[in-house]
Structure formats: C-alpha cells, structure tokens
C-alpha cells in the first residue's frame, strides 16, 4: 500500500512540476491576470483525465490476462518515465510567453491538456498499469495512488500559479531548479521499477 502511495506522489509532483504546454499556459495566465486565474487553469486535469483514465482502465481490463502486453506496456512506461526523468534533471527553468489573452483560464487548461499527447502516454503506459496492479491488492490501493497523484499534480501546479503571480524569478531560481532535478533523480529510480517489472511479467527475470 505504502509503494503505491509513494509512487502516486512522487509521479504527481513531478507531473506537476514539470515544463509543458498546460504548465506554460498556467505561469501565462498567472502572470497576465493574477494567481487565480493561473489556478483555474491548474484544475483542467480534473476535467480532461476522466474519460483519459476510464478508457485506459477499459482497455486494460480486456487485456489483464496478456501478461507479455501489460508487460511490454510497463516496458514502454519505464521508458517514458526516464525520459521525463532526464528531462528533469537537465531543465533549466519555465520559460515566459508573451503577448495578450482573454481570462477563460479553465477552457483554455483544458483545451490544452486535452490535445496534449502527454496525459494518454502516461496512463496507457504508466498510471493505468500501476493502477491496475494496485487493483490487484485491493481498490484502497488504488485509490491510494490516484488520489495521491492527483492531491501532487493540482497542488503542485496551484502553488507555481501563486508562486508565478507574486514572483516572475521564482520559477528560473535555484530552488525551483533544485527540486526539478531532485524529482529527475526520484523518475529515474521509478523508471528501473517499471522496467523490471515489465522484464518480469515478460518472463525475463
């Protein structure tokens, strides 16, 4: 249970953290029209993953019984996750976009995260495989995970909202830095993780 837990944060923190198109948009609005409106864009996950997550688990729940899938597929998500941890560990900031836009933060977030290919790699390779195990042991399990990555992705993108509209500097300092590379190191090790179970479940170890 506690496995399952730790994973859910520390993929949604790092999820959270990390430089894309929706956190791009997020310090956007942040800057152009306040914190709120850089928090209203933080929520799109909870209305894009939905149907993400519920045709993700469909599909693996036809595919539960192929082991050499859900373990080519864990293959793959290690592969994703350490791509995600080097990135990681060799980012260098949140870039600022310029230019002018209307305060319909929420639509925009959620246009955006919904065209964006990263959430449907992500739980077809990682979140739903690990969910489906943790499903395995139990709905607390899983609950655990998705939840705790959840509770890490918005909070995470809520406080770099604020954090972006008291401070411009914030998100290129040291500190936010540090912690993006520190998460690199913690994707890396989960990426391992994901790899040997993928090994496993094809029969290779």
Known sequence: MVS???????????AGFAPG????????????HGGRAGVRA????????????????LLLSKLSHFEPILGTLSLLGGL?????????????????????????????????NF???????????VGGPITWRALEKGPLHAALFVGSFYALLIGS???????????????????????????GLALCILALLLVRDGLHRLGLM
């Open 21 to 32: 198109p929706l956190l791009t948009l997020i310090i956007s609005e942040s800057l152009r």
């Open 42 to 57: 933080s929520l799109a996950p909870l209305v894009t993953d939905v149907p993400i997550v519920a045709v993700t688990m």
């Open 80 to 112: 994703f996750v350490l791509y995600l941890g080097w990135e990681n560990l060799s980012t260098k900031g949140v870039v600022e976009t310029a230019g002018e836009s209307t305060p319909r933060s929420l639509r925009k977030g959620v246009l955006v």
């Open 4 to 14: 399952f837990l730790l994973q859910g944060l520390v993929l949604g923190l790092s």
């Open 115 to 125: 065209l964006s290919p990263h959430p449907y790699i992500f739980w077809l390779t």
């Open 157 to 183: 993108k809520v406080a770099l909202a604020v954090a972006a509209g008291r401070s411009r500097s914030f998100l290129k300092g040291p500190l936010y830095i540090a912690v993006m590379r520190l998460l």
